[in-house]
């Protein structure tokens, strides 16, 4: 048997889209096959016609050298085929047995001890390290992800599908998510890795197939492609990851963040008594595991939540207790975390979206009446700037544009106002390799134009990429402030989980 | 600019289906459908006097639907534009019973009177959703009920009538909207210039929506409170605003029916008009033109019912069926449109 899954001349239309046009996956048994491409490229789609979640126009699947036709998920699973998805699919309040023999039930009685044991069982032999009871909520997101290939295990899958499987872990979580993979190869599995990192790619896949535009643009083998060969397949031209810095003397403070505590929704400090600068002509970069205070972080300083004591000011104005608008106004811009939820309102244009903070000001209103060419040509100026690309122009809805080019069009309305402290928080999330280039010239050139920036990211080597100095937090403290120049990746990865630098420096030398 | 085309060819098909339904009905009770439907639109539109009265139904109905459309474009469910409505007439009832002033003043007064009062009874839930996020379809239906009985009390209390405890004493002509040219012209029908007042508005709240910074800020909480926020936008000043607007206009809808259409106030009644206007803005997918389409439609099936009664016997329920029936299909037209789409898609492919 050369192939375990064979996806031939696969194609497949949407209304007025070509998903895939022509391609062919073939994995080899006991291979870790990589799906490399940019968002929007196809490969989301690919697998989930093999998922049967979608069904081809055209083209043949293959499993294990017969044809077969999978027209829902469950007859993937009865071919032995699983995915482990990016959100997972759990119960919360349940135990780890529970989810896992959750629609496997059989009888109406319930047999937990034995499940149990067959988990216990699988998790020995894979060195998964879970505790069969163990409730979800309570365990880390790198064991629920765990969870979720056992899952798979346990319905003896033996093609794994992963989705981008490390976006919601830590760097040393990662590295061994790739030992695990590693050692599911060993054990008999085929595995085909969705990912767009180029490095996790180099680092566990045996072949790769990168798609672009919906077509296959090749298959090569990884240990003899560099990382760079393979990012220019998946963009059709060169790329650099490295983004021109040259060194700075940083200028006066702008962002002061002093003694700073914030409690959640839940009435839980979040933010401890946190202190931070940021000065002009400087990218700090905050580092952090997800979820451990940076959110209630951002929301302070922007003033979407109150603070529970201390304060921030920005060019020496005390901010807290002024309005949004007023931080706005006073030189604050924010390219929020979610570009759905607070980034942009999908049902109005893009013209409208790129007014969403000046609509009031002259000139685009004046007597509390919009101009609309105003609007419309500060619109052609912000598209034509930043790259946004968009069927017709300002007049697009924003929700029709890629998540890319609605990224683009965030940043470029933020940096347009020409803000002089900019808070990016995971500016290049979901985006490809492109745009993530793009984004990133734009953050260093702010500062190389005199202004602060703040940059929240949970993707390491977008912060080692660009700051100029590196925070770390750790359950809502400030662990550390290191210049990027005198850390590494691996200290940083100890200090999130709230080593001091000293500590991490002697325990990585 | 696209959205509009859509919207009115669901609109369309829901009234068509929604004709056909009708058709079906009369059928199975036994009458004639080209016969009902004839009558029934003859009985709104055979001669001036009818075309007026028909007017005149779709006045109070364009305000209230452009109450419940207005607040939906905002992200609010406005369930309580019969209580705004009733107040709205309750006020101005009052004043031109009670206040003494030369005839355009007086109506100005009661117009706004009752527009301050419609805007008192949307402020309430919406500082409620604003303040405490208490869902403002429980609150409006909550005011609908005080509305209707402050009406109960106020009514015998400070307006009696003459003869009966149950409405209110008969508005003096110089304090009814009806004018004599338009009566006239209209041969003797209830249209008034509360017309004016409800077209007047589908523009103006037109003119606000698309062309005003409150109005873009208006939509911006109503699509995406989040972002409006994040942008700087007072979000609960906003919801408190958009209930204030859309409980005037269907305060408006009170004085137009009340004074103009009517002549006096009855205890007892949530208006029906007022829910009325969310199958109004329903078929006018929240857009102000729309709502004057549907009004009118509405206006007529609602207006040529009685005369289709009398001349066929078929009982004028019929009527409202089919209103329910497109509402139906317009609360549906999500699946209308997927059809649409798949048949546009067959034939593309059987093209082929």
């Given at each position: 048997m050369e192939y375990v899954v064979e996806m031939l001349n696969i194609r497949k239309e949407f209304p007025g889209v070509v998903a895939n046009d022509d391609v062919t996956i073939q994995v080899r048994p006991q291979e870790i096959h990589a799906l490399l491409g940019e968002n929007g490229a196809g490969k989301s789609t690919i697998m989930s016609i093999l998922f049967g979640i979608y069904h081809a126009d055209r083209g043949i699947i293959k499993v294990r050298g017969k044809e077969v036709s999978i027209s829902?998920?469950?007859?993937?699973?009865?071919?032995?085929?699983?995915?482990?998805?990016?959100?997972?699919?759990?119960?919360?309040?349940?135990?780890?047995?529970?989810?896992?023999i959750l629609g496997l039930e059989g009888s109406q009685v319930l047999d937990r001890r034995k499940a149990a044991k067959r988990i216990q069982d699988l998790s020995d032999q894979y060195s998964l390290k879970i505790d069969p009871h163990a409730k979800v909520e309570e365990i880390s997101v790198g064991m629920q992800q765990r969870v979720e290939i056992l899952k798979m295990l346990y319905r003896n899958a033996d093609v794994l599908i992963f989705d981008e499987p490390t976006a919601v872990l830590t760097p040393q979580e990662t590295h061994e998510l790739m030992g695990i993979m590693k050692d599911l190869v060993k054990e008999g599995k085929s595995i085909i890795l969705i990912t767009h990192k180029l490095r996790e790619i180099k680092e566990a896949a045996d072949r790769c197939s990168v798609i672009r535009r919906g077509k296959l643009v090749g298959v090569v083998d990884v240990k003899k492609t560099s990382e760079k060969e393979m990012a220019a397949m998946m963009v059709g031209r060169e790329v650099s990851f490295?983004?021109?810095?040259?060194?700075?003397?940083?200028?006066?403070?702008?962002?002061?963040?002093?003694?700073?505590?914030?409690?959640?929704?839940?009435k839980y400090r979040a933010v401890k008594d946190f202190s931070l600068q940021v000065r002009a002509g400087e990218i700090v970069g905050l580092a952090g595991v997800d979820g451990n205070g940076q959110k209630e972080l951002?929301?302070?300083?922007?003033?979407?939540?109150?603070?529970?004591?201390?304060?921030?000011?920005?060019?020496?104005?005390d901010i807290a207790g002024l309005s949004i608008r007023k931080r706005n106004e006073i030189g604050l811009a924010h390219i929020p975390e979610d570009r759905h939820k607070h980034g942009l309102v999908l049902e109005y244009s893009v013209a409208d979206n790129m007014v969403l903070k000046s609509y009031y000001q002259e000139p685009y209103s004046k007597n509390m009446i919009l101009n609309e060419e105003a609007i419309r040509t500060h619109a052609d100026k912000v598209i034509q700037l930043f790259d946004v690309r968009s069927g017709k122009g300002g007049l697009t809805p924003a929700g029709k544009l890629s998540g890319g080019n609605q990224q683009k069009a965030i940043v470029g309305r933020e940096i347009d106002m020409d803000p002089d402290i900019l808070l990016a928080v995971q500016p290049t999330r979901g985006l490809d390799v492109g745009a993530i280039e793009y984004i990133h010239k734009r953050l260093v050139e702010q500062r190389d134009k005199g202004k602060a920036v703040l940059l929240i990211s949970l993707e390491l080597d977008e912060i080692f990429n660009l700051a100029d100095r590196i925070a770390v937090i750790s359950h809502g403290e400030l662990v550390d402030v290191v210049k990027t120049s005198e850390t590494n990746e691996e200290e940083i990865g100890l200090m999130m989980t709230g080593y001091k630098w000293e500590e991490a420096h002697e325990a990585t030398t | 600019m696209?959205?509009?085309?859509?919207?009115?060819?669901?609109?369309?098909?829901?009234?068509?289906?929604?004709?056909?339904?009708?058709?079906?009905?009369?059928?199975?009770?036994?009458?004639?459908?080209?016969?009902?439907?004839?009558?029934?639109?003859r009985g709104g539109l055979m001669n001036m006097r009818r075309i007026g009265n028909t007017v005149a139904v779709s006045t109070t109905l364009i305000l209230t639907g452009l109450s419940v459309a207005f607040a939906f474009r905002t992200g609010l469910f406005n369930i309580g534009a019969a209580g705004q409505m009733l107040i709205g007439g309750l006020c101005a009832t009052a004043v031109g019973l009670q206040v003494a002033l030369p005839r355009p003043i007086l109506l100005v007064v009661m117009v706004l009177s009752a527009f301050a009062g419609g805007a008192l009874w949307g402020a309430v839930p919406g500082f409620l959703k604003a303040k405490f996020n208490v869902h403002e379809v429980v609150a409006?239906?909550?005011?609908?009920w005080i509305a209707y009985w402050v009406v109960y009390y106020a009514v015998p209390a400070f307006l009696k009538g003459d003869f009966l405890e149950t409405e209110s004493r008969?508005?003096?002509?110089?304090?009814?909207?009806?004018?004599?040219?338009?009566?006239?012209?209209?041969?003797?029908?209830?249209?008034?210039?509360?017309?004016?007042?409800?077209?007047?508005?589908?523009f103006l709240i037109r003119f606000m929506l698309n062309?005003?910074?409150?109005?873009?800020?208006?939509?911006?909480?109503?699509?995406?409170?989040?972002?409006?926020?994040?942008?700087?936008?007072?979000?609960?000043?906003?919801?408190?605003?958009?209930?204030?607007?859309?409980?005037?206009?269907?305060?408006?809808?009170?004085?137009?029916?009340?004074?103009?259409?009517?002549?006096?106030?009855?205890?007892?009644?949530?208006?029906?008009?007022?829910?009325?206007?969310?199958a109004v803005a329903l078929l006018g997918a929240n857009n102000p033109l729309g709502v004057l389409g549907a009004a009118l439609f509405f206006g007529l099936l609602h207006a040529g019912k009685g005369f289709m009664n009398a001349m066929t016997g078929i009982p004028p329920e019929i009527s409202d069926t089919i209103i329910a029936t497109i509402i139906y299909f317009t609360a549906t037209s999500i699946l209308i449109g997927r059809g649409l789409n798949y048949l546009a898609r067959r034939k593309k492919k059987g093209g082929k």
């Amino acid at each position: 048997m050369e192939y375990v899954v064979e996806m031939l001349n696969i194609r497949k239309e949407f209304p007025g889209v070509v998903a895939n046009d022509d391609v062919t996956i073939q994995v080899r048994p006991q291979e870790i096959h990589a799906l490399l491409g940019e968002n929007g490229a196809g490969k989301s789609t690919i697998m989930s016609i093999l998922f049967g979640i979608y069904h081809a126009d055209r083209g043949i699947i293959k499993v294990r050298g017969k044809e077969v036709s999978i027209s829902n998920p469950n007859d993937a699973n009865d071919l032995g085929i699983g995915m482990v998805h990016q959100h997972f699919k759990l119960v919360e309040t349940f135990t780890v047995t529970e989810n896992i023999i959750l629609g496997l039930e059989g009888s109406q009685v319930l047999d937990r001890r034995k499940a149990a044991k067959r988990i216990q069982d699988l998790s020995d032999q894979y060195s998964l390290k879970i505790d069969p009871h163990a409730k979800v909520e309570e365990i880390s997101v790198g064991m629920q992800q765990r969870v979720e290939i056992l899952k798979m295990l346990y319905r003896n899958a033996d093609v794994l599908i992963f989705d981008e499987p490390t976006a919601v872990l830590t760097p040393q979580e990662t590295h061994e998510l790739m030992g695990i993979m590693k050692d599911l190869v060993k054990e008999g599995k085929s595995i085909i890795l969705i990912t767009h990192k180029l490095r996790e790619i180099k680092e566990a896949a045996d072949r790769c197939s990168v798609i672009r535009r919906g077509k296959l643009v090749g298959v090569v083998d990884v240990k003899k492609t560099s990382e760079k060969e393979m990012a220019a397949m998946m963009v059709g031209r060169e790329v650099s990851f490295k983004v021109d810095k040259k060194p700075r003397e940083p200028g006066d403070v702008v962002l002061d963040i002093r003694n700073l505590n914030v409690q959640n929704a839940r009435k839980y400090r979040a933010v401890k008594d946190f202190s931070l600068q940021v000065r002009a002509g400087e990218i700090v970069g905050l580092a952090g595991v997800d979820g451990n205070g940076q959110k209630e972080l951002v929301e302070a300083i922007t003033g979407l939540s109150d603070t529970e004591s201390g304060s921030i000011l920005i060019s020496s104005t005390d901010i807290a207790g002024l309005s949004i608008r007023k931080r706005n106004e006073i030189g604050l811009a924010h390219i929020p975390e979610d570009r759905h939820k607070h980034g942009l309102v999908l049902e109005y244009s893009v013209a409208d979206n790129m007014v969403l903070k000046s609509y009031y000001q002259e000139p685009y209103s004046k007597n509390m009446i919009l101009n609309e060419e105003a609007i419309r040509t500060h619109a052609d100026k912000v598209i034509q700037l930043f790259d946004v690309r968009s069927g017709k122009g300002g007049l697009t809805p924003a929700g029709k544009l890629s998540g890319g080019n609605q990224q683009k069009a965030i940043v470029g309305r933020e940096i347009d106002m020409d803000p002089d402290i900019l808070l990016a928080v995971q500016p290049t999330r979901g985006l490809d390799v492109g745009a993530i280039e793009y984004i990133h010239k734009r953050l260093v050139e702010q500062r190389d134009k005199g202004k602060a920036v703040l940059l929240i990211s949970l993707e390491l080597d977008e912060i080692f990429n660009l700051a100029d100095r590196i925070a770390v937090i750790s359950h809502g403290e400030l662990v550390d402030v290191v210049k990027t120049s005198e850390t590494n990746e691996e200290e940083i990865g100890l200090m999130m989980t709230g080593y001091k630098w000293e500590e991490a420096h002697e325990a990585t030398t | 600019m696209k959205r509009l085309p859509d919207a009115l060819l669901m609109a369309v098909s829901a009234v068509i289906l929604g004709i056909i339904a009708g058709a079906l009905l009369m059928t199975a009770i036994g009458s004639n459908p080209f016969e009902g439907y004839y009558h029934l639109f003859r009985g709104g539109l055979m001669n001036m006097r009818r075309i007026g009265n028909t007017v005149a139904v779709s006045t109070t109905l364009i305000l209230t639907g452009l109450s419940v459309a207005f607040a939906f474009r905002t992200g609010l469910f406005n369930i309580g534009a019969a209580g705004q409505m009733l107040i709205g007439g309750l006020c101005a009832t009052a004043v031109g019973l009670q206040v003494a002033l030369p005839r355009p003043i007086l109506l100005v007064v009661m117009v706004l009177s009752a527009f301050a009062g419609g805007a008192l009874w949307g402020a309430v839930p919406g500082f409620l959703k604003a303040k405490f996020n208490v869902h403002e379809v429980v609150a409006t239906i909550m005011m609908n009920w005080i509305a209707y009985w402050v009406v109960y009390y106020a009514v015998p209390a400070f307006l009696k009538g003459d003869f009966l405890e149950t409405e209110s004493r008969v508005l003096p002509a110089y304090a009814s909207l009806r004018v004599p040219w338009m009566t006239n012209l209209f041969d003797g029908a209830y249209v008034n210039m509360g017309l004016f007042i409800a077209v007047a508005m589908i523009f103006l709240i037109r003119f606000m929506l698309n062309r005003m910074t409150i109005g873009y800020e208006l939509k911006a909480v109503g699509s995406n409170r989040h972002a409006a926020l994040y942008a700087g936008i007072h979000v609960n000043r906003n919801i408190i605003l958009s209930m204030v607007i859309a409980g005037g206009l269907a305060g408006l809808a009170g004085a137009t029916f009340y004074t103009g259409y009517s002549a006096n106030i009855q205890i007892g009644v949530l208006p029906i008009q007022g829910f009325d206007g969310i199958a109004v803005a329903l078929l006018g997918a929240n857009n102000p033109l729309g709502v004057l389409g549907a009004a009118l439609f509405f206006g007529l099936l609602h207006a040529g019912k009685g005369f289709m009664n009398a001349m066929t016997g078929i009982p004028p329920e019929i009527s409202d069926t089919i209103i329910a029936t497109i509402i139906y299909f317009t609360a549906t037209s999500i699946l209308i449109g997927r059809g649409l789409n798949y048949l546009a898609r067959r034939k593309k492919k059987g093209g082929k």
